[in-house]
Structures are given as structure tokens and as C-alpha cells.
């Protein structure tokens, strides 16, 4: 009998996935100083932040860029270049929207269905190339 993944795990295997394809598509240097890394030396960092937003904003493209260890942990995002990143790269509406997404999204839950998908998109994406 196939055994049946707990969210918890699906979480974790759609975060290995999705902060390699954020890592890759910004090429490994951090948006907020410019530093370039390799492997494990560059996060993927929220700008909304992990820990008060749901999966749906928590996995969302525009809402996670590469950053370096010491911007992403030692500055905690490094936020006052982050938000000024975001405003020059997608505009002031589209960080206002992110914003408004986190309030309205607050305590909303995803599906197990939800991660499948989303595990799905990366895998092809990471095989397709970024
Ligand atoms: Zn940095």
C-alpha cells in the first residue's frame, strides 16, 4: 500500500524544490547586496515573511528571491533594501498586493492536492530549465 505523505513532508520536498528554482533564476546573487554564492551560502528569502504568511503567498514566485546567508539570517531579509528591491523590479502596486494578500490570506490552509500540484510545476520546471 502506497503510504500517504503528511503535509509536513510535502512542505519540506516543495521547499527543496522551489527555493532551487528561485536560486537558479536569479542566478545564485543576492537581490538585496549583490553578493554571489553557491549551494547552501545562498537562501531563498521572503519578503513577506516565512513565518506570517500562508503556503499559497509562502510559495509564491514574486515573493522569494535569492539572498545571501548573512542578509537572509544575520539582517533577518534585510528588509529596508528588500522592500526598495521589490518596488524597482515589479512596482509599488505589486508590493502593495503583496501585502494586502497576506492580511486576506490569513489562516487560510492549502490541501495536500495543492502541494502535489505544486511539486509537480517545480519538478518539470527545474527539468525544463529555468
Ligand atoms: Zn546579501
Do not use: P
Not at 537558479?24 to 545562498?42: E, L
Not at 546567508?69 to 498586493?97: A, T
Amino acid at each position: 500500500m502506497k503510504k500517504v505523505k503528511t503535509i509536513r513532508q510535502l512542505r519540506k520536498i516543495l521547499w527543496k524544490l522551489f527555493s532551487l528554482y528561485i536560486r537558479t533564476r536569479d542566478k545564485f546573487t543576492c537581490v538585496t547586496c549583490g553578493k554571489k554564492a553557491t549551494g547552501s551560502g545562498m537562501h531563498a528569502g521572503h519578503f513577506i515573511t516565512g513565518a506570517t504568511c500562508t503556503a499559497s503567498l509562502y510559495f509564491f514566485e514574486t515573493n522569494v528571491h535569492s539572498q545571501c546567508f548573512h542578509c537572509n539570517i544575520n539582517l533577518s531579509g534585510n528588509w529596508v533594501m528588500y522592500e526598495s528591491f521589490m518596488k524597482e523590479r515589479y512596482g509599488q502596486k505589486h508590493v502593495d498586493d503583496l501585502k494586502l494578500r497576506r492580511t486576506r490570506e490569513m489562516g487560510m490552509k492549502v490541501t495536500s492536492e495543492w502541494y502535489d500540484a505544486k511539486i509537480i510545476e517545480y519538478t518539470n520546471k527545474l527539468s525544463t530549465g529555468v
